[in-house]
């Protein structure tokens, strides 16, 4: 399983999944690796840069974000670097504050146990990167999805959806099934209530943009968990 950064054209759903990782992992444990990772997260989605691979951020500042004193930081900073989660890039000097880098591969092997809380398409997803060959640095999504059939506007959005981009295809539209509704809606129904509201969230326009081309007859477009 070797992941050297979320970047490329699967990069959003690696994001998404290393962050879903961390927090199922929480939520098995203890109120201290809790807390831990609660803070963990925070800050990478505060202050990362994904596509430089760049934790840059002071004690002062971090103290603030986790309202915490500059003991508890140095102290937790400490544990994640034991973890093998961050890494020193570059040490702090004068005037210049300590860069990290998140060790991804890391991450994901300590929270495998925790994947199948999350679902067995986020294990097929995550899982496929423990066989990856050691030189690649991409993770792995299914390639062996059906392709959808029928000539409706559903089947017709998601060959296209597929055929653009097929891991953000396997990790939020794979899953979403058409249901019966009333003329010129589509109803979508999502495995689960954040499964939906992500899509709602993140990806309906793009859903909604799809059905106009492609079925101009249908006004609306639903997806509920």
Not at 42 to 71: F, K, P
């Amino acid at each position: 399983m070797r992941v050297a950064r979320a970047t490329g054209r699967n990069a959003a759903v690696i994001k998404y999944d290393l962050l879903t990782a961390l927090g199922a992992h929480a939520c098995a444990g203890d109120k201290h690796l809790q807390r831990l990772v609660l803070r963990f997260i925070t800050l990478i989605v505060a202050r990362y840069n994904w596509q430089a691979d760049e934790l840059s951020v002071g004690q002062t500042e971090m103290a603030a974000l986790w309202s915490v004193d500059a003991r508890t930081v140095k102290r937790d900073m400490a544990r994640l670097r034991e973890m093998g989660w961050l890494s020193i890039r570059r040490a702090a000097a004068r005037g210049r504050v300590a860069t990290y880098g998140v060790e991804i591969e890391a991450i994901l092997r300590a929270t495998e146990a925790s994947w199948r809380q999350v679902g067995p398409d986020f294990v097929a997803r995550l899982g496929g990167a423990a066989e990856a060959a050691p030189a690649t640095n991409v993770v792995p999504f299914p390639a062996a999805l059906p392709r959808p059939d029928g000539e409706g506007a559903w089947p017709r959005v998601q060959r296209m959806l597929m055929a653009e981009n097929p891991g953000l295809y396997a990790a939020w539209f794979a899953m979403l099934a058409e249901q019966p509704g009333p003329a010129g809606t589509l109803r979508l129904k999502a495995p689960s209530r954040f499964h939906a509201s992500f899509v709602n969230t993140h990806h309906l326009a793009t859903l909604r943009a799809l059905v106009a081309a492609v079925a101009p007859e249908v006004g609306e477009v639903e997806v509920a968990g």
